[in-house]
């Protein structure tokens, strides 16, 4: 008589739901586990009378379960965080996930796909400085950018700023065709494509009209003094350190600063060191500051976009 472990769950909704699309998520299980596992009805069944890794496949499934009723779609990438948490008895970890969001109206909740995302949301919502570093692909400005949205739109924050240096590739901005925001649009589109991806046109063309969004190249923080607002530089690696200087001393009371970048993508002259990798030395002790870095296990933009990562990290090495 086999003593396979069956797991009945409430309805096939669910079973559905959490194995996944094609059952990528059951392919994700038994790639974790090394073991068999398929469903009948409303049962997911783990081919093994492994004691250990029973219980393992149980707190799995059942962090599954609640991550999808929460509203959580389970995808491959939160199976092996999940595992791995389980595995390291790190309940603390795996309780972040399910706690941790960003809610904003009429849009899907926001919910971490791995731990570093997790903690990264986490410092968000506690410190008004956090820095984050890390490769393409990791979620960095998108889950920047919904959290400012989450504040502006709850009136935290009066005003939402999102600002990027603009690196000159070969020509100056001054010989480039049009006016001064058709220079400078396809430098700020990726901060437009993230805000479009979290709220409907229709709030942003508002937000916009009332100037609560406002959208600007690096170089006009000059001067300015940034009250309780909240302010976004992204692709903080092309900072020089005069630059990244003036723009953290334009923080002003009740302002929050998220800083994104990827020390690997520096696109500065070689004689010029970048901001981001200055501050994140002599800033490192300073209280009230917070550091999250990603690495290319964090890359949640698409499998083959982490494995262009790792190819290339490799090569460096």
């Keep these: 008589m086999s003593n396979n472990l069956t797991i009945v769950l409430e309805n096939r909704k669910i079973l559905q739901g959490i194995c996944g699309p094609n059952d990528l998520n059951t392919s994700a299980i038994q790639a974790e586990m090394g ?7 409303n049962e997911i069944v783990l081919d093994s009378d492994d004691s250990e890794k029973q219980d393992i496949f ?3 499934i059942d962090n599954l379960v609640e991550h999808y009723k929460i509203g959580h779609n389970p995808d491959p990438d939160l199976v092996k965080t999940l595992y791995k948490s389980i595995i390291s008895s790190s309940d603390v970890q795996t309780d972040l996930l399910k706690d941790i969001h960003i809610l904003l109206p009429r849009s899907p909740k926001v919910f971490p796909r791995n731990h570093n995302q997790a903690s990264y949301i986490d410092s968000m919502f506690k410190y008004n400085i956090v820095f984050a570093v890390g490769p393409a ?19 935290k924050k009066r005003k939402l700023v999102l600002t990027r240096p603009v690196v000159e590739a ?7 065709p049009g006016d001064l925001n058709q220079k400078i649009s396809p430098y700020l589109r990726p901060l437009y494509d993230a805000i479009d ?8 063309k508002k937000l916009e009209e009332n100037r609560i969004i406002e959208i600007a190249p690096l170089a006009y923080m000059r001067g300015r ?47 010029k060191k970048s901001g981001l990798i200055h501050c994140l030395d002599i800033l490192k002790d300073v209280k009230g500051i917070q550091f999250a870095y990603f690495g290319a296990h964090d890359i949640v933009r698409s499998l083959l976009v ?5 190819a290339y990290e490799k090569e460096e090495k």
Excluded: W
């Excluded at 900072?239 to 994104?260: D, N």
């Excluded at 982490?306 to 790792?310: C, D, H």
């Design 137 to 155: 692909g990791t979620g960095k400005t998108y889950l920047a950018i919904a959290h400012a949205l989450m504040e502006i739109l709850e009136k």
């Design 35 to 41: 073991i068999q596992i398929f469903t009948r009805g």
């Design 197 to 204: 991806s979290l709220i409907p046109f229709s709030v942003i």
């Design 306 to 310: 982490k494995e262009i990562v790792n």
């Design 225 to 271: 003094s940034l009250k309780n607002s909240y302010i976004v530089l992204d692709e903080a690696q092309n900072t020089t350190k005069e630059q990244m200087k003036m723009f953290l001393t334009r923080l002003g009371e009740g302002s929050k600063a998220i800083i994104t970048g990827d020390i690997t993508q520096i696109d500065l002259p070689s004689r």
């Design 170 to 176: 070969g020509e100056s901005l001054g010989f480039l």
């Design 58 to 60: 149980r707190k799995l």
